[in-house]
């Protein structure tokens, strides 16, 4: 008899769970009460600190509407999910801001997890701006799905740019990871090369949580490259450095958006790090007036450096807003047209959103100098 | 020939730091016949303690390593004593209970640490040395040279001490020992205690070589846990060459498999289990599960 209760009351239970989220939906569809956003983001484990960089960006530009009055008089309620940077948590979490009622999404900074659940949001009608960068983000083809900031390939082909065509480099290495950025990087760079008859001297592949990169490092020394370009995320791709610097190499590293943030600087050591070539879309923080602001306000809020991840979360939340305001805060394919309509002048550059949800197409070039990121002269 | 021995350099650094983790869950599975499943957990306290007392207070590395251990080892009693009632009545749920210490610590380092992590940069700031070309550096000695020291250590104390003796006869038979007089709690407790310090030690050690963040120990752990497996799970030289073995082989599969190196280091280990099923030290001094 007592199991069959228990089992009644977990059913129950579970029923009563799911009956108060739908109705939470209704009160949101309406004109008042606090217009619900939800962030998806890692906020453990070995991506977390994307995940703790892009509620920074977007806390501060929700703070700053909500303390303006909010969009229409209401007020803006941004609420954060931990994904753990696992697809599968990613597609849970999902279902649950559609029951929830939320009707936005920031996040996630991992292109495997917003891959994952791009398919539910686009059925559930959820707008989401993704700060992952994967060109498989761009394959989705879905409507709902906007990228803050340029894709792989952007900045790839920029870093080829300046390493082949501008610095005469041919002799290059590359280590990329097998994880959903490792990959993207690995193919628009290799592409990027192809298409200037480069051939990479070392084409290593790691696993993304590996910790000793001794085989893959010694075998690249031999062939003695002059630039060896990392497709792995910031830690990773730091102590790959370090370790190579242990091992003797001198060649100068080159990669994208990871490569630039200071969590990379402190892993690999400032001294390993210098001379990095790194491609970005936001070089750092006194560029212009806007990001001396973004900045400033960034440093009295959570008391840190404001870096890439924070600056194209900032970005990607003031479109949104701006297009709740614009469309009188609509919801599902009003909204999302809304943001496809909407031109801002960011951090980044300059927004304007192309049918496959990419707004920004250039990066620029930035060499690590002295434990700072600063642009190259070209 | 130098790409294989600088692998092996390279494998053997890690390998240790996996050798003193498996020496932390044989400890308490000898003692008890229990995994410690918060064992990973344990590892990213000492890192994130010993990287806390480094660099924020500035103590010097030696010292911030033996507050890092001596908390940790607090850690170790607390769970030992939370546990202790379970202790011969319901083995599942004390498994279960470690567990859930494991998710407890994840959650309070988060609080305490934040979710980002930090890096530890190396207390031996000397170049690596150079041997016809094969470079070691100074700190992996350093690592070497303590895993060496407290696996004696710990040897010493199971054999010639009163307390390690009684450790081994509750290891060898619980009913027993107790005839005779043994505190089967005080020796588990001990036991934890010490697996907890291990953990912090190895945490504290490989932060210097990696990144200190809450996901650290969850590497750390299925890789130790596997070393012990390996080398005969309860044995104590077993831990020590299991942990060196996955350091290797670990090392060269990366060098062969690239991005499979996970999976062919993993399908290895599962031929040798098969082949001989209680690792290489296949010694089965407890079997109260």
Redesign the interface.
Known sequence: MRPTLAVLAVVLAVAAGCSAPGSGKEESGNDSGPIKIAVVD?????L??L??WELKGARLAVDEWNAAGGVNGRQIQLDVFDDQGDPTIGTNLARKIDSEGYIAMIGTAESAVTIAMSPLLKQAEIPNITSGQSPGLVATKSDFLFLNGPTSTTYDETLAKHIVDQQGIKSIAMIT??GGYGKGEHDAFLKALTSRNVTPVAD????A????????L??IR?KNPKVIFLGAEE?ES??IVK?AR???ITSAFAGAAPQGTP?FL??A?AKNAEGTIVSSPYLSNDIDEASKKFAAAYKAKFNEEAELHGAKAYDGTQILLTALKTSNVATGKPLADAIRATKHDGLLGDFAFDETGVGIFSTSIGIIKGGKLVAAES | M??FL??I???V??GAVYALVALGFSLVYRTMGLVNFAHGNVVTVGAYLASTFYLSTKLPFALAMIIAIVVTGAIGLVIERVLRPLENKDFDLMLIGTIGFGIVL?ALI?MIW??????V?SPVPTA?I?IFGL?I?TYDLVVLAIAALATVLLVLFLSRTKRGTAMQAVAMDHEAATAVGIHVGRSNATAFMIGAGLAALAGGLVGP???V???LGG?LGIKGFAAAILGGFGSIPGAILGGLAI?IL???T???F??Y??LVTFLVFTVIIMVRPTGIFGERTVNRA
Do not use: C, M
């Open positions: 890692a906020q453990s484990g070995q977390s600190s995940g703790a990871n097998n290593q592949v790691v696993t949580d590996q910790k000793d990169f001794s085989a893959v010694t075998s031999q830690v730091g102590l370790q242990d091992l003797g969590v402190d892993t050591g | 130098q790409v600088q692998t350099v390279g494998g650094s890690l994840d988060i934040g979710a980002t992590g930090r890096a940069p690596p150079d470079r550096r070589l990696l990144y963040s809450p996901a590497a350091g670990d090392s060269f990366a060098g062969h690239q991005g190196s996970e």
